[in-house]
């Protein structure tokens, strides 16, 4: 099973360019979200979505935009990149069942912004 | 607002032997869930565990398991018979009662088994 498929794996940009990061699940999940981790920190949340149409922003949403238009996807796009978001970038979708939750990550994206 | 907290940066275990790794929470909701994720040095966030606010037993899985002390506020992981693939950075993460399903993640504490 592919689970959450994140691609690029590593991204090298310049100061103002913009881009993409994809984010792909085929487990039919309704919710989905993006994270950032800084070095030495946990993940913040930077936009959610509970389903299809349905987008919202999480703790760090400033520059970053994203859209669901179908369940398997949510892209992030970085609209004039800068070098305080040089990060690792992590998407996540998850469900709900039986009284337990899981949330399952993809295997990040490394940004550098120069 | 959600806060998790980790205070211990990091810690030592010796091969085979036990060990907690401590995490409090502070949130306003009445029903939340507490998770612990693995991070190896790959990179990987690799779930662990899950416990339920109204859960009334402390969860299991395999050598993983958390003592959720709710009057505390503590959801402390406890790895038993620790193996050199236990070293890694792990993070406790809580989701309130809100439809976002999104986390709040502490800093996370690195753990270094020795053999």
């Known amino acids: 099973n592919a689970g959450v498929t994140q691609t690029p794996k590593f991204q090298v940009l310049k100061t103002g360019q913009s881009m993409t990061l994809q984010c792909a699940q085929d487990?039919?999940?309704?919710?989905m979200s993006w994270y950032r981790q800084d070095p030495g920190m946990g993940l913040r949340l930077i936009h959610y979505?509970?389903?299809?149409?349905?987008?919202d922003q999480g703790e760090v949403p400033n520059g970053y935009n994203v859209s669901r238009s179908t369940t398997e996807d949510f892209p992030l796009r970085l609209l004039s990149a800068a070098p305080s978001q040089t990060s690792v970038y992590f998407c996540?979708?998850?469900?709900?069942?039986?009284?337990?939750?899981?949330?399952?990550f993809g295997s990040g994206t490394q940004l550098s912004v120069l | 607002a959600q806060k998790i907290t980790q205070t211990q940066p990091g810690m030592f275990v010796q091969e085979k032997e036990a060990v907690t790794l401590d995490c409090t929470y502070d949130?306003?909701?009445?029903?939340?869930?507490l998770f612990w994720y693995k991070q190896p040095s790959s990179g990987e966030m690799i779930f662990l565990i899950y416990q339920g606010s109204y859960d009334q037993q402390n969860a299991t899985e395999g050598r993983y398991s958390l003592n959720f002390q709710k009057a505390r506020k503590s959801a402390n992981l406890v790895i038993s018979a620790s193996q050199l693939g236990d070293s890694a950075m792990y993070f406790c993460?809580?989701?309130?009662?809100?439809?976002?399903?999104?986390?709040?993640f502490g800093s996370g504490t690195r753990l270094q088994v020795q053999p």
């Open positions: 996540a979708s998850s469900y709900h069942s039986g009284g337990t939750e899981k949330l399952f």
């Open positions: 487990m039919n999940h309704e919710y």
């Open positions: 949130t306003s909701d009445p029903s939340y869930g």
């Open positions: 979505s509970v389903g299809a149409g349905i987008t």
């Open positions: 993460a809580m989701k309130g009662d809100t439809g976002r399903r999104a986390l709040t």
